[in-house]
């Protein structure tokens, strides 16, 4: 369980996390609503209701964001959390009637899962765990996320979910959760890897994905699979509307390039989301730059945090060994 992360005052998180089967979910819940943006980094997104999110739309706020497991399949979620919604009274006040606004996200774990895939009763369960606490790792959505599959998931490593926050001088809070399932490997400040692809299925010894495809450039031995995902939501609780909030999640996927090697490419479906939870006076750009540095710290405590369950190694296994 996270220690020291300041979750935003009306953010709840519940997570459902089916460790026999590998797979989860995450919801964030924001009381009483929010505004949200959102930027797609990868181009094998798969997702639900993330129109309601673009500028041009009508819907102004929503209630929470679903994060998964299963690829498409895991989107069945998001119909639990808008049945816990409902029957909470929570949603949009249309003319009398509530309608739940719960854009959702999914990551491709279907190959470390046993191929039971998230539902609705599991969505629903989540939001029966709502609460300020946080577990990062092999938890929620992050239950069956994996690292580095250039060489397949047999020689790939575990990640999962991570969270950070940083309170401004001006008391301003940003908050980032994040499910980290990419293509590529993980690196830290110095840009040597910490977790992903490894050489072969009994080594320590990473295989460097982007070393590797630099060097075999219009080699067929590179096979893209849409198989790869990180999400991303960053929270504050200054106020912004959600073109600039598409814009701070925009300036926040350097965290992601600078964490993940390579990143963006066109098999991950990288997702940022971006809300707005208060009425504070912020500067876009700050929350920008800070939004960034946080999905680095996110990302890093994901992989720190995994569970491989015995069956792919953890960066404890690899890093506290070597």
């Not at 929570?90 to 606004?101: F, S, T």
Request: include cysteine; charge should be negative; aromatic fraction near 8%.
């Amino acid at each position: 369980m996270s220690t020291g992360i300041i979750v935003p005052e009306n953010v709840f998180v519940g997570e459902y996390t089916d460790k026999i089967n590998k797979t989860g979910v995450s919801v964030i819940y924001f009381e009483g609503g929010a505004g949200a943006g959102i930027y797609k980094y990868g181009s094998a997104t798969s997702t639900r209701q993330i129109d309601s999110l673009e500028a041009s739309h009508t819907v102004s706020r929503i209630d929470a964001i679903t994060l998964a497991g299963g690829s498409a399949f895991g989107l069945d979620a998001c119909c639990g959390v808008m049945r816990w919604l409902k029957e909470h009274d929570k949603g949009a006040d249309l003319r009398g009637i509530k309608v739940p606004i719960v854009p959702g996200a999914v990551i491709f774990d279907l190959r470390f899962s046993t191929g039971i895939t998230p539902d609705c009763a599991m969505g629903y369960s989540a939001c029966d765990a709502l609460s300020k606490d946080i577990h990062e790792g092999s938890f929620g959505a992050g239950t069956g996320a994996t690292v580095g599959k250039i060489n397949g998931v047999d020689n790939a490593m575990k990640a999962g979910s991570g969270a950070a926050s940083m309170k401004l001088s001006s008391g301003t809070l940003v908050w980032v959760y994040v499910v980290v399932n990419a293509f590529g490997d993980v690196m830290d400040i110095d840009r040597k890897i910490i977790a992903g692809a490894r050489k072969e299925k009994a080594s320590k010894d990473f295989f460097d994905t982007s070393k590797f495809i630099m060097g075999n450039t219009g080699n067929s031995n590179i096979t893209p699979v849409s198989e790869n995902t990180t999400l991303c939501v960053i929270v504050t609780d200054a106020h912004f509307d959600k073109s600039e909030l598409g814009a701070i999640a925009k300036m926040a996927s350097a965290g992601i390039a600078r964490s993940l090697s390579p990143a963006g490419a066109s098999f991950d479906g990288d997702v940022i989301f971006a809300v707005s939870t208060g009425n504070k006076n912020e500067f876009i750009d700050v929350v920008g730059v800070v939004s960034a540095h946080l999905i680095e710290d996110a990302i890093k405590s994901a992989v720190i945090h995994g569970d491989g369950f015995g069956i792919l190694p953890s960066y404890r296994d690899i890093m506290t060994k070597k």
